[in-house]
Structure formats: C-alpha cells, structure tokens
C-alpha cells in the first residue's frame, strides 16, 4: 500500500510541475527597442522599435524600421501552436502572403518560426523569400534576442537583433 502511495505522490508531482512549466512561457507583451550596440548583421544607419500584443499563443505585432531609405512600417501576427498556416504580412503598403509555422522552445523561453513569403514585383514577377526566426526572452524579461536567417532575392541574410523593454 505504502508503494501505491508513492508512485501517486510521484504522479503527482510530476503532473503538477509540467504544469507549473506550461505556465511558465515567455511574456513578449509591450515596446521594445533595438539595441543597435548588441545586434549584429544590420545595414548601417537602421533603428528598430516593435510593439508587441502577446494574447495566450498569438503575438501580435507593429514594428517600425528606420532605414536611411526610408521607414518600414510591418504588421503581423504568430501563432505559436506549431500548424502550419497561411498568413499575410503588411510592409507599408505592400502584402506578402504565404505559409507559416511556429511553435514554443521546448523551455517556453521562445519560440522558432519558419516561412515562405512571395509578393509581386514591380515588372509582374513573383518574389519569393525564406525566412526562419528564433526569439529568445532573456531569463529577467527585459530583453529578447531575434535570430534570422533566409533567402531573399538579394542573396542569404543573418542578422541577430537585441530588444530592450522601453
């Protein structure tokens, strides 16, 4: 009986602290700047600020980029449950639509998201680009970390971006 005991105790606690651990994900709400002296890869000249509505597994986001030609304006939207969907992102005027996954870090630390855009071209050709993105909050949530990688038509890009909560 005492061994019966036990092994529930054990169930228990394992049940609960899987819990505690489903709880525990990164909270990415609010504004966040970049910090251009942590981040790595980026043309010169280029600031970066994302606001950021995180609801459950869905992280809304506005992310306004400052380049030396110009502002980029980008709306878009994760959702953090692993399926594959189809989704459209806006950069000022322009959509680029395509397919999208995106899941959780096993820690709930982040989540890592794979896509494949394609827009059209100014001569009526589609474009095509391939972007994988892993977010990392750091472990006091202040700041978070964006690792890119793709292909786009102007070649391979990596580029790592440090936020910082404004």
């Known amino acids: 009986m005492k061994r019966k005991t036990r092994m529930a105790f054990l169930a228990a606690i394992v049940l609960t602290g899987g819990l505690a651990f489903a709880a525990a994900k990164a909270n990415f709400n609010g504004t966040w700047l970049m910090d251009k002296t942590r981040s790595e ?16 597994d869905k992280l809304a986001l506005e992310n306004k980029i400052v380049t030396p030609a110009g502002e980029i304006t980008i709306s878009d939207t994760f959702n953090l449950n692993g399926k594959e969907e189809e989704v459209t992102e806006k950069r000022n005027d322009e959509e680029l639509k395509g397919k999208r996954t995106s899941k959780w870090l096993a820690d709930g630390s982040g989540f890592e998201s794979s896509e494949e855009l394609t827009t059209v071209g100014g001569d009526g050709l589609s474009i095509s680009q391939q ?3 892993k977010w990392t909050m750091s472990a006091d949530g202040k700041t978070f970390t964006v690792e890119l990688s793709g292909t786009t038509p102007r070649g391979e890009m990596h580029s790592k971006r440090v936020f910082v909560r404004k």
Do not use: S, Y
């Open 131 to 133: 972007i994988n993105r």
């Open 41 to 56: 890869g980026l043309p010169p000249g280029v600031e970066q600020m994302m606001t950021i509505t995180q609801t459950g």
